[in-house]
């Protein structure tokens, strides 16, 4: 069974349109961090976020971990097509563990 | 390199048979990891590594999966006598030694295993 829950598990927007995915945990998150995969390929590195409260941006995409480090959300801003593919957020399962846990994926389909 | 290498893209084997891939890690890093993914996206972590030394070997098979990293040669994951749960993709990561806190994993392209 997956520890993080992601939502929505799929997702069809227009391109040019806002969207927001969530990944929820019912522990608390030592550290959190967002990949893009595409079919056929590896997973790419987006963000890590460790600390309450933070938020990280790179180019159009932002994410935050709330004060309680338990949720994150991943914003895309004025979508487009490259963005498509599929979304995962992973975690520590324990400080200095070194292994992930990861939600169920996010699949975004952009519309022209 | 500047990128995990996972060889091959893609192995196919008869059940029963021995399959072997390889992982050459970023160079610097001091962490490799060897992760499954299968049906929905669902990543399973194997095993990993720090330097050469198993660092956790938690989420791997007992009996028929085994992986080394040792110096001066790529890191390989080999399943003897596979069967057919054994298809999926296998993914392997590097991440770089930090005595703070942990550093993003950066994963190759995967190994696409089919057992037949």
């Known amino acids: 069974s997956q520890e993080l829950e992601q939502s929505p598990q799929s997702l069809i927007v227009q391109e040019g349109k806002n969207l927001t995915i969530n990944c929820t945990s019912s522990?608390?998150?030592?550290?959190l961090y967002w990949y893009k995969q595409k079919y056929g390929e590896g997973l790419i590195f987006l963000m890590m976020?460790?600390?309450?409260?933070e938020e990280k941006s790179h180019e159009k995409i932002t994410a935050k971990l709330d004060e309680k480090k338990q949720q994150s959300s991943l914003h895309i801003t004025a979508s487009q097509p490259s963005h498509a593919g599929i979304y995962l957020c992973?975690?520590?399962?324990?400080?200095?563990?070194?292994?992930?846990?990861f939600g169920q994926g996010t699949r975004l389909t952009i519309n022209p | 390199g500047e990128e995990v290498a996972q060889t091959p893209k893609h192995l196919v084997r008869g059940e029963g048979q021995k399959a072997k891939l390889y992982c050459a890690p970023i160079?610097?890093?001091?962490?490799v990891f060897w992760y499954q993914q299968v049906l929905k996206n669902e990543f399973k972590f194997l095993i990993s590594?720090?330097?050469?030394?198993?660092?956790?070997e938690t989420g791997m098979p007992k009996e028929r999966f085994s992986a080394k990293c040792l110096p001066n040669s790529p890191c390989s994951l080999e399943i003897q006598a596979t069967k057919l749960e054994d298809s999926a993709v296998y993914f392997c990561?590097?991440?770089?030694?930090?005595?703070?806190?942990?550093?993003?994993?950066?994963f190759g392209d995967g190994t696409r295993l089919s057992i037949l």
């Open positions: 990561a590097s991440s770089q030694f930090d005595a703070v806190s942990n550093q993003p994993q950066h």
């Open positions: 522990k608390t998150l030592y550290g």
């Open positions: 976020l460790q600390k309450g409260g």
């Open positions: 992973g975690a520590d399962k324990a400080p200095g563990a070194q292994k992930l846990v």
């Open positions: 160079k610097g890093h001091s962490y």
């Open positions: 590594f720090q330097n050469e030394n198993v660092f956790d």
